[in-house]
């Protein structure tokens, strides 16, 4: 066994030693040392700051784009707002011992169903550094140990908020993180069902694939967000403009900002110049369809990768469709079962849409960005799972736990 692969067997073992101490904390525990971790990472914003500079000085060396960039930087209002969520976490139910269902047998035995932590979880993540927080505290939150692996481009932010946060009162080793950047570690960590009971890749397709051909445990997959709005013949265009300017350029770098639009072949001509002129407004590059060259002449023109590309830059796909079943067949066949939007004036025609695209989360008449943990009121996230088994969309408090029976008898034997 290599040094690597030592070091990360010892995590796990430490791991699961911390995760059934987190077990026995209560509540209240628990919610102070979250609040306690708040305060550190207010009270370290220098060394924060100083950390993240490394980081962004090494990406743009290597070339990073503009949005990788935007993804791995940090300044006071992006660390506050870490330490905010910090905060709210502490002030949300905490869902372990909270009964789901319970019912008595004729026998008289009296079952219970109660939620637990999952226990160990390792999390293996790119670029941006708020996860490292996200994840440590979520997780915490619900009792469960966390092992954090992040990427090589984000490793001194990395590293500075994990000490920020094992420093604030929590069970030795309750919140760890992988000292090592290269693929090796990934491998280890996945191989390691002795100690993991659930892991969760955040990043680039790749990375994901890469994890779920190696993990002998459980796998949540985040994959692309690659996000449809479709603009119905019946929707109001005034709104449709709004939703598709919002949904792309309030912050292109992330797993919710829209990707591709469809527009009804019946108000194409109509409202196609009035979004073009208001993306171009915001600097998105718009490649059309064949149909959409026609009516926006400076578009370029989309090529087939176009339909399946996460851009998580300012450009943006467009396409023209005939019929509401072409726009839900072209998302199912081209999405990445995240976030997918139609607007329209039509409540039946929402509700077919609702009820026929195929992914975590089916939006009416509002913007893609609204797919996070915080919108939902779940407080930080660890991410918005495009898995259907366990945890869907996405994950707040909740989807970290798991369940147990609990069986309270008075004696009965089977006879």
């Known amino acids: 066994m290599s040094a690597i692969a030592e070091t990360i067997h010892q995590m796990g073992k430490q791991a699961r030693a911390a995760a059934y101490k987190l077990a026995q904390l209560t509540s209240d525990e628990k919610d102070t040392i979250l609040r306690a971790m708040a305060i550190a990472i207010r009270q ?5 700051l100083a950390a993240n500079a490394k980081d962004l000085i090494a990406g743009r060396e290597k070339g990073l784009s503009n949005a990788m960039l ?9 660390i506050e707002a870490m330490a905010a969520g ?28 109660a939620r637990v932590p999952i226990g160990t979880i390792g999390i293996i993540y790119e670029s941006r550094p708020n996860v490292t927080a996200d994840a440590a505290v979520l997780c915490f939150k619900t009792g469960n140990a966390t092992i954090l692996r992040g990427g ?18 929590a069970p030795d080793h309750a919140i760890q993180l992988i000292p090592f950047t290269d693929r090796e570690s990934v491998a280890v960590l996945a191989g390691m069902d002795k100690w993991l009971d659930l892991i969760i890749p955040r990043g680039g397709k790749g990375l994901i694939e890469t994890v779920v051909s190696l993990a002998r445990m459980p796998v949540i997959k985040h994959y692309d967000g690659i996000c449809h709005l479709f603009a119905d013949k019946n929707a109001d265009l005034e709104m449709a403009t709004a939703l598709t300017v ?20 019946d108000i194409a001509a109509e409202f196609l110049p009035k979004v073009a002129a208001a993306l171009r407004e915001k600097n998105v590059e718009i490649r059309g369809c064949s149909d959409v060259m026609e009516i926006i002449p400076d578009a370029k023109p989309a090529t087939e990768e ?12 467009v396409k023209i469709v005939d019929s509401l079943e072409d726009a839900v067949a072209h998302i199912n066949e081209h999405g990445s079962h995240h976030t997918d939007v139609i607007v329209t004036r ?37 991410g918005i799972s495009t898995d259907k088994l366990h945890a869907r969309g996405p994950m707040g408090l909740r989807e970290l ?3 147990q029976y609990r069986v309270r008898g008075n004696g009965q034997i089977k006879g």
């Open 70 to 78: 935007d993804r791995l930087m940090l300044d006071e209002k992006r």
């Open 346 to 382: 039509d409540e039946a025609t929402a509700e077919r849409f609702l009820h026929s695209v195929d992914s975590a989360c089916v939006f009416h008449n509002c913007s893609t960005r609204f797919a996070d943990g915080g919108e939902f009121g779940f407080g930080a996230e660890i």
């Open 401 to 403: 736990t798991s369940y």
């Open 306 to 317: 176009d339909w399946d590309t996460e851009f998580l830059e300012l450009i943006i796909a």
């Open 152 to 169: 090589s481009e984000a490793i001194h932010s990395n590293v500075a908020i994990a000490e920020a946060l094992a420093a604030a009162g």
């Open 246 to 265: 919002n949904s792309k350029t309030q912050k292109p770098g992330v797993c919710n900002a829209l990707e591709v639009l469809l527009v009804h072949r």
């Open 44 to 48: 370290r914003v220098p060394e924060l």
């Open 86 to 113: 910090i905060d709210q976490v502490a002030t949300l139910p905490d869902p372990v011992g909270e009964i789901i269902h319970a019912w008595d047998r004729p026998n008289g035995i009296r079952i219970a169903q």
